[in-house]
């Protein structure tokens, strides 16, 4: 799965890489978890236009009873994403792109589990292939949130979680976006394990457990002795 992650880079240089002409507003942060608003990047439905929005992370679908469910949505699995009522017409219809910098998984070593950040070699910015819904709630109010949509692990993750969030390259970006691409399975050819020579992995504190600490402490790499204490 995708639990936690980051998106720490200034808010021009998500401007850049994602081709948003209109302003943003986005604050570094170093510790994002579910059921917070998150970065999205999609495309204006009537014109190509990408769009910068914050949405829950965590999705609701439009159909739902009880926003709770979005708490157990976090993560659409790519091998269901287009079956599965609650994705399948998000998948079809509301996909996007959710900007980030690193994410989080944990490796058990002993008793303790030890948070590594994943990352690109390059230490760029990046996208995981997301889809959206908007729901509204008894009071009337629409909420849009979001879902991350994970595949089977490349050889940087295999040892530490059996998922890994889908990494898109950045020439998949505009037919992911399109919302008139109803291509099932040109769509599901892309959510396939990231090149694993293209990323990196390092050891960060445990400070990264806690959803209160935001800093960039927590994506501090740890030194080795630190790790094997």
Avoid at 39 to 63: D, T
Avoid at 208 to 220: E, F, G, I, R, S
């Amino acid at each position: 799965m995708c639990g936690r992650y980051r998106l720490s880079r200034a808010k021009h240089i998500i401007a850049e890489h994602f081709d948003i002409a209109e302003e943003i507003e986005w604050s570094p942060r170093y510790n994002i978890a579910p059921a917070q608003p998150v970065a999205v990047v999609r495309q204006n439905p009537e014109r190509p236009v990408r769009q910068f929005s914050l949405m829950r992370w965590g999705l609701i679908p439009y159909w739902a009873k009880d926003a709770n469910v979005g708490f157990k949505i976090i993560n659409a699995r790519a091998e269901t994403v287009a079956e599965k009522p609650a994705y399948r017409d998000p998948f079809k219809n509301r996909r996007c792109l959710i900007p980030a910098d690193g994410f989080y998984e944990w490796k058990r070593e002993g008793r303790v589990k030890q948070p590594f950040n994943f990352g690109m070699a390059d230490d760029s910015i990046f996208a995981f292939a997301g889809i959206w819904d908007r729901w509204k709630n008894p009071l009337g109010e629409m909420i849009e949130t979001c879902s991350i949509i994970t595949t089977t692990p490349n050889a940087l993750l295999a040892d530490v979680h059996d998922r890994m969030p889908v990494i898109l390259p950045l020439e998949n970006y505009d037919l992911w976006l399109d919302p008139g691409f109803k291509g099932t399975d040109d769509l599901r050819e892309m959510l396939r394990p990231y090149e694993p020579s293209l990323m990196k992995r390092y050891p960060v504190s445990t400070r990264v457990n806690l959803v209160k600490n935001v800093d960039p402490d927590c994506a501090m790499k740890l030194k080795q002795e630190s790790v094997s204490a």
